[in-house]
């Protein structure tokens, strides 16, 4: 049980794709003035969300199999 806890933890701290400081790209697009952060969030936040169904089938197929 405490290995799926990191497994679920080490993955979703690499879930930041929504913020502007999240990742070094993200700082450099943000800088630029070119993209607002509305628009950020937008696609950011799809990315985080299927990041997230993607780890919890990765850890449940681990648990139950």
Do not use: H, W
């Amino acid at each position: 049980l405490i290995e799926l806890l990191c497994f679920q933890t080490l993955f979703v701290a690499t879930l930041g794709f929504c913020m502007p400081a999240g990742t070094l790209p993200n700082v450099i697009v943000f800088s630029s003035g070119k993209i607002s952060i509305r628009e950020m969030i937008r696609s950011g936040l799809m990315i985080d969300i299927f990041g997230l169904v993607l780890i919890l089938l990765i850890t449940c197929m681990r648990y139950y199999f």
